[in-house]
């Protein structure tokens, strides 16, 4: 258990020393995490430790994020989603309003994106990116906006009251890229966002780490 813990520790050092190596703030990762474990806890039904996290997350983002970030948004939808589950209806409607807001505005941001090269698994996938690097870029973009208009449908049925037509927080293990940069903070946003999942809730778009070859819709 000792050694797990430690090994556990060493891993969470060396990420943030990558996370601000990177140009990431100490907050920025720590949000994320934050955000990780409440979804992680609600998935569990751990409601305790969900409002515990998301709650810190929200503090966290109204103090150090700048205006018009949508990590913002997000924190508001899940705190209105931990005030629901308190029975604090009228105030979920008012945050939930208010992430509905702020998420009108996110499309916005992809305008200003900076798209820094994935990680690649092998070296004939890197030497295809560096040749198609236009292609990527593009395609890149327009997946990273199918996410964000996925978040903006699941923010509006949750203030309906309803499930999420969109699968957010199960995609972000398999979605999330492995640089820390401006792109992987705002597909946190997107996939983040607690909500709870429609059971027919069919096949989303392809994801951001999919590997096809360049060209085609679907490359990465």
């Not at 105030?91 to 309003?97: F, G």
């Not at 798209?115 to 092998?122: A, D, L, Q, T, Y």
Request: hydrophobic share 40%; proline share 4%; aromatic share 8%.
């Amino acid at each position: 258990m000792s050694a797990q813990r430690t090994s556990e520790s060493d891993n969470s050092k060396s990420e943030m020393r990558a996370a601000l190596a990177a140009g990431w703030r100490r907050t920025d990762l720590v949000w994320e995490r934050l955000q990780i474990r409440g979804n992680a806890a609600w998935v569990k039904g751990d409601r305790s430790g969900a409002r515990r996290n998301f709650l810190i997350a929200w503090m966290l983002a109204r103090i150090f994020f700048k205006r018009g970030d949508p990590r913002i948004a997000t924190s508001i939808a899940n705190v209105g989603l931990m005030a629901r589950e308190a029975g604090q209806f009228a105030r979920a409607a008012r945050h939930y309003s208010r992430a509905q807001r702020l998420w009108t505005d996110v499309p916005h941001v992809l305008d200003g994106l900076r798209i820094r090269p994935r990680v690649r698994s092998s070296l004939f996938h890197l030497r295809m990116e560096v040749r198609h690097r236009g292609t990527y870029e593009e395609n890149m973009r327009a997946r990273i906006a199918n996410f964000v208009a996925e978040a903006g449908e699941a923010i509006d049925a949750a203030a309906r009251g309803n499930p999420s037509p969109h699968r957010l927080y199960s995609r972000w293990r398999g979605e999330c890229p492995a640089v820390y940069d401006e792109t992987r903070k705002l597909l946190g946003a997107a996939l983040l966002i607690c909500a709870s999942e429609s059971r027919d809730t069919g096949t989303d778009r392809p994801g951001l780490n999919q590997k096809v070859h360049p060209g085609t819709a679907d490359s990465p």
